[in-house]
């Protein structure tokens, strides 16, 4: 397993700036493998259990956040007007040239990822990997039970664009409104939205629960944010890896 220096691991995996870090070592608030450490150019495991005030971090060369997406905020890392996704970020993070994975509407909220790895995102763009993006959704409109199979068969949005079979859970169905969990592998353009104006409804209310493997974290509040855990980042590299 390769090694770095402690104050590297901790930078990297965003507990604080070199100086910020070396601090936290310096006060004895870093532990390594249940150890207090005393020295901030010890050299680490990269997969070393490092903890931080006693709530572990995890080494990454790059940065991953979940963040849990307020409505009101672009997915931009700036904007004249509008507040960013980016504009919610506090030091060290607002320091780190962040962008979005992918984007959510302004009045979309829930699970955006926030990375500084390009090629991750690059990556979750690419129709061939077929991620799957879940949603919670809220519209108004006629609906019948029969929704189910008119998603798997494809819906056809304004533009005669034909999607991909997609699935829908119907969570509730009353004579003119409709909550579901629908799974989506494309990411097509105010998509969700076009699909149910397509079936002459209107989304009320929308809400990313999954991004593959990845699933929000239901304690993070509206415009909080989490660095990934160990499992979340294995399947960042397995996105990365899968070679179509
Ligand atoms: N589909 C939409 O219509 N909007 C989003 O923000 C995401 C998916």
Do not use: W
């Amino acid at each position: 397993m390769p090694l770095i220096r402690l104050d590297k691991f901790l930078s990297d995996s965003g507990a604080g700036t070199r100086s910020e870090v070396k601090k936290l070592v310096k006060t004895g608030r870093v532990t390594v493998n249940g150890i207090t450490a005393k020295d901030c150019s010890a050299k680490v495991d990269t997969c070393a259990n490092v903890c931080v005030n006693g709530t572990e971090v995890y080494y990454s060369k790059y940065i991953y956040l979940m963040l849990n997406k307020p409505a009101g905020v672009i997915s931009a890392t700036k904007d004249k007007k509008d507040k960013t996704v980016i504009d919610l970020l506090r030091p060290p993070y607002s320091k780190m040239q962040l962008f979005p994975a992918g984007r959510l509407d302004k009045d979309t909220v829930g699970l955006l990822l926030i990375t500084n790895d390009g090629d991750f995102a690059h990556s979750t763009l690419s129709p061939s990997k077929h991620i799957s993006k879940t949603y919670y959704a809220e519209a108004e409109g006629h609906f019948t039970p029969d929704i189910v199979s008119v998603f798997e068969e494809g819906i056809t949005l304004d533009d005669g664009y034909v999607c991909k079979s997609a699935s829908i859970s119907i969570d509730t169905l009353t004579e003119d409104r409709i909550k579901a969990y629908i799974t989506v592998t494309e990411g097509k353009y105010h998509q969700i939205k076009r699909m149910i104006e397509a079936l002459g409804g209107k989304i009320t209310y929308l809400k990313r629960i999954a991004f593959g493997e990845i699933k929000l974290d239901e304690s993070l509040e509206g415009g909080e944010y989490r660095s990934l855990n160990a499992e979340e980042l294995a399947y960042v590299s397995s996105v990365k890896e899968s070679s179509i």
